[in-house]
């Protein structure tokens, strides 16, 4: 019982010269099979020596919600 929640993300991207990385998402969340948010945004970065740091930002489509947020990664 519950709910069975899922996302499914989309993402494109490219990597530039001088190590920059930009593209954009989309996105849409279910509940039990029905869609409950969808929505897109865009990303930029850059790759640093073994360190890539991506910024985040989107919006649920729809709704005065936007998204936002940061990744970092390292490469060991």
């Known amino acids: 019982d519950g709910i069975n929640f899922t996302l499914a993300i989309s993402v494109s ?6 190590n920059d990385v930009n593209g954009g998402f989309t996105f849409n ?12 945004g865009s990303f930029t970065g ?3 020596g073994n360190t890539l740091t991506i910024d985040i930002s989107g919006q649920i489509l729809g709704e ?6 940061s990744l970092t990664g390292n490469r060991q």
């Open 29 to 40: 969340s279910r509940a039990n099979g029905v869609s409950v948010a969808s929505g897109d």
């Open 46 to 48: 850059s790759l640093a």
């Open 64 to 69: 005065n919600c936007r998204l936002t947020g």
């Open 13 to 18: 991207g490219t990597v530039v010269p001088l």
